[in-house]
């Protein structure tokens, strides 16, 4: 069974808006990454968060990580149509592979 | 070229034969990774591997074999297809489990 779920299952915006995403675990982690996969394309890592940290930016991305409530939220500030894309959410459930979630489906309307 | 690639990008076989999926990474990365990825089920491991000769089952390893004879090479062989078993698949590697992944283009077999 997945680890992690994400949600939603498929959103869109207006370019501009910003766009959050959600993803729920099921077991302790040393890490939470995500990636997104423009469609037909292999997956591209987007950010990595540690157990003991509890936000992380990088450009327009700010992940957020609740181990309390096994959780981590995406927001993407300023949506571009580049970022349309599906983005899943990857936890290591304290091993040493990845189990990734089915992913949300992001649509950025220009 | 520099990267992790997989070949071929495209494959239809039949029921019954066997098919063998290349993966290639040129940074020496300990680990790697296959994954299939099917509408609705997102990507799953299908087996993994810490070392060159050390690999280990993922979620979903039922008809698939393994092998990593070289650091850089981690071929996945279907020993006799099923019309399951289309799907694209993805390899992918890593220095270490507390690094980020890297993914090759994906394989799209086609299982008639």
């Known amino acids: 069974s997945q680890q992690g779920e994400e949600d939603p299952q498929a959103l869109s915006i207006q370019e501009g808006e910003n766009a959050t995403m959600n993803c729920s675990y099921k077991?302790?982690?040393?890490?939470l990454q995500w990636y997104r996969q423009n469609s037909g394309r292999g997956l591209v890592h987007l950010i990595l968060?540690?157990?003991?940290?509890r936000e992380k930016h990088s450009g327009r991305l700010r992940v957020t990580l609740d181990t309390s409530k096994k959780s981590s939220s995406l927001l993407i500030t300023a949506s571009r149509a580049a970022d349309t894309a599906s983005y899943f959410c990857?936890?290591?459930?304290?091993?040493?592979?990845?189990?990734f979630g089915t992913g949300t489906r992001l649509q950025v309307f220009p | 070229d520099a990267g992790i690639t997989q070949s071929p990008r495209y494959k239809i076989t039949e029921t019954g034969r066997q098919v063998t999926l290349m993966c290639h990474q040129t940074w020496s990365h300990s680990y790697m990774f296959w994954y299939r990825q099917d509408l609705g089920h997102g990507l799953r491991l299908i087996y993994y591997s810490a070392a060159a000769d050390i690999t280990d089952k993922g979620e979903v390893p039922d008809g698939y074999v393994v092998s990593r004879s070289k650091t850089e090479n981690f071929p996945l062989t279907l020993e006799s297809a099923t019309r399951s078993q289309t799907s694209v698949y993805f390899c992918?590697?890593?220095?270490?489990?507390?690094?980020?992944?890297?993914f090759g283009p994906g394989t799209r077999l086609t299982v008639t």
């Open positions: 077991t302790s982690i040393n890490n």
């Open positions: 990857a936890t290591d459930g304290g091993t040493d592979k990845l189990i």
């Open positions: 968060i540690r157990s003991n940290e």
């Open positions: 992918a590697s890593t220095p270490g489990i507390s690094y980020e992944q890297y």
